[in-house]
């Protein structure tokens, strides 16, 4: 009966309760809503349910955000971005840190982008595997979910090209059901967000040439040089 008494008494609104939660009100109206909340059974139980609402929120924000990191490789500064379901971003072409985030900010609408180097430690040991040669193979999920289906298909082929061997670009499209779309497989490849890790620098020209890559090919020689590629250099390729 008392509980039931309270209970009508209390004339908190939802609306209160979520400013008193979130600080938003004055350092008076805070101790009489501590007070009325430590002494009401109702208001007490909302407060509950509401703090642990937000903390599964905030967890599940934590799990689905974009994490980032940036550090020194052979091309320079290398930034890599990681979402919860695997390497994202690869890219050593941005002006800086912001300018990275405003990329992952809009390609990920939405999801908060967190600099967050221990997320990203196992892919910079990796790359530092790779640039010293102590590494053939990654390892590390990637995650291309975000990607058109035809990209998506390209690129999943492009990552089971082994360490060290080339092919055409018409010999990947043959790989994936589409022989007459060498062009469209070569602009998927240019378009790659997850350079090195998946290998687009393994697909060159039928002609003999290295051919394209984003950038420009001096890094994709690189790369090779690092394979023990360099039989594939020409003076035109």
């Known amino acids: 009966m008392t509980q039931r008494v309270e209970e009508r008494a209390c004339a908190v609104s939802e609306r209160e ?8 009100v004055s ?3 805070a101790v009489d809503l501590a007070e009325h909340v430590a002494g009401c ?8 349910a509401e703090r642990r609402t937000r903390s599964a929120l905030a967890a599940l924000d934590a799990e689905q955000a974009v ?30 840190p912001e300018a990275f985030e ?6 990920f609408p939405g999801l908060p982008v967190l600099r967050d180097r221990v997320a990203l430690e196992p892919v910079e040991d990796e790359m530092s595997r790779y640039f010293d040669r102590e590494l053939e193979r990654f390892t590390v999920d990637v995650d291309l979910s975000d990607l ?18 080339v092919i055409p670009y018409a010999e990947l499209a043959r790989r994936i059901d589409r022989p007459r779309a060498a062009r469209a ?15 687009c620098h393994r697909i060159v020209a039928s002609n003999g040439t290295l051919g394209g890559y984003t950038g420009g090919v001096e890094y994709k020689r690189r790369l090779l040089d690092v394979e023990g590629r360099r039989d594939l250099f020409s003076e035109g390729g």
């Not at 497989?185 to 290998?199: D, F, H, T």
């Open 17 to 24: 309760l979520h400013a008193f939660l979130d600080g938003e």
């Open 185 to 199: 497989v070569g602009n998927a490849l240019g378009a790659n967000p997850v350079a090195i890790v998946v290998p």
């Open 41 to 48: 059974t109702r208001c007490r139980a909302r407060a509950v």
């Open 67 to 96: 994490r980032w990191h940036r550090f020194r490789s052979p091309f320079g500064t290398l930034y890599t971005a990681r979402t919860a379901r695997g390497l994202a971003r690869v890219s050593w072409q941005q002006p800086d």
């Open 102 to 107: 405003a990329a992952l900010a809009q390609r």
């Open 148 to 165: 058109g289906d035809f990209q998506r298909s390209v690129l999943q082929a492009a990552a089971r090209i082994p360490f060290g061997e």
């Open 27 to 29: 350092d008076v109206e």
